[in-house]
């Protein structure tokens, strides 16, 4: 059985910054990060192999956001600088035992997180 489990999030001004992390059980897998708003699809928000070498960005994050995993590969980081009040949303950490390309796609991830607020005022 895989669990994800989410930390960080919480209350932001706009402008400032904000740290999610994931814990894969000590597994190594495909993660990425998908979000959520009130009355919104969920999207995919950025992605990193299972190796950390390839990451991939919704493209109103790039410049913004940084996915990165640790050395044992088993847990990953949402660093978000910059932040704006469209950036508020339920965010999910996701894993997949896809390897290549890295997964975008909701279908392509197996494991889910239970989601964590990120709330950013203007």
């Known amino acids: 059985q895989v669990q994800l489990v989410e930390s960080g999030g919480g209350l932001v001004q706009a402008g400032g910054s904000l740290r999610l992390s994931c814990d894969a059980s000590?597994?190594?897998?495909?993660m990425g990060w998908f979000r959520q708003a009130p009355g919104k699809e969920r999207e995919f928000v950025a992605t990193?192999?299972?190796?950390?070498?390839?990451?991939r960005y919704l493209d109103s994050v790039k410049g913004r956001f940084t996915i990165s995993k640790d050395n044992a590969k088993t847990t990953v980081t949402l660093q978000m600088n910059s932040l704006e009040p469209v950036d508020t949303a339920v965010y999910y950490c996701?894993?997949?035992?896809?390897?290549?390309?890295?997964?975008?796609?909701?279908?392509?991830?197996?494991?889910w997180g239970q989601g964590i607020q990120v709330t950013v005022s203007s």
């Open positions: 990193i192999s299972w190796n950390g070498a390839s990451t």
């Open positions: 000590g597994r190594t897998f495909s």
């Open positions: 996701a894993a997949s035992r896809r390897l290549n390309p890295v997964p975008v796609r909701r279908s392509e991830y197996e494991y």
